[in-house]
């Protein structure tokens, strides 16, 4: 079965703090995404990635950065955080470069920014 | 820009009966939809994949149509059991590799 993990499930950090966000697969898949998911706003999709060092912005991606220097581990960076991200962070992955294939997620992360 | 809208309210059916969503989408073509189960405090779990070019498909008691011409995709669960409650995801794509754009979700109550 594939799995993706994610480094915490519950995370709380202080405004201006940086924050890294971990997430892992392993199934050798090439793509992996990172989203938010707010309620009423359902799932954005922030950065994704199809290869190693490959990044590629998505929908809201203001405020945050991301690192693929491995293919099974794709890492979210919150540089300064603030309070509107406080969210639940979901890491996902597919195989090859398609965005069609099926996505595996993670079981999320819910970040609280005080 | 894109749009995609799923039924905002909860929707109540009975045990046994068919649950039928809607996912509605504009300023889109999509090549390829997805349908995704979540969960509460879990992630999305993948369903069902139907491309463009099919008007339906099937797995187990699970039914997809697509309508390309109404922009509309209708996601049937036959004789339906509490444990199919939970969060039903729509989400397109054009194919290639640009990611998923998913609905809110409609949120779906089997009650017994």
């Known amino acids: 079965d594939v799995k993706v993990t994610q480094s915490s499930r519950y995370l709380v950090k202080r405004t201006g703090e940086k924050v890294f966000l971990e997430c892992v697969q392993d199934m050798d898949h090439e793509n992996m995404f990172w989203y938010r998911q707010d309620p009423g706003l359902g799932l954005r999709l922030i950065y994704f990635s199809y290869d190693v060092k490959m990044k590629e912005k998505g929908d809201i991606p203001e405020g945050y950065s991301v690192s693929r220097e491995k293919k099974e581990r794709f890492s979210l960076i919150l540089e300064s955080a603030s309070t509107n991200q406080t969210s639940m962070y979901l890491c996902a992955s597919s195989l090859g470069t398609f965005s069609y294939n099926e996505q595996f997620f993670g079981p999320g992360t819910r970040l609280t920014v005080l | 820009s894109q749009k995609i809208e799923q039924n905002s309210e909860a929707l109540n059916i009975q045990e046994g009966k068919t649950a039928t969503l809607t996912c509605n989408y504009t300023n889109y073509s999509p090549a390829y939809l997805q349908w995704y189960r979540q969960d509460p405090g879990r992630g999305p779990v993948f369903l069902l994949l139907?491309?463009?070019?099919?008007k339906e498909k099937r797995k187990e008691r699970l039914k997809v149509t697509f309508d390309t011409t109404l922009k509309q995709s209708l996601f049937h669960i036959t004789a339906s059991q509490p444990a199919d409650s939970a969060t039903y995801l729509c989400a397109l794509t054009g194919g290639g590799a640009d990611g998923l754009t998913f609905g809110k979700g409609t949120h779906l109550i089997i009650q017994p």
């Open positions: 139907i491309r463009e070019n099919e």
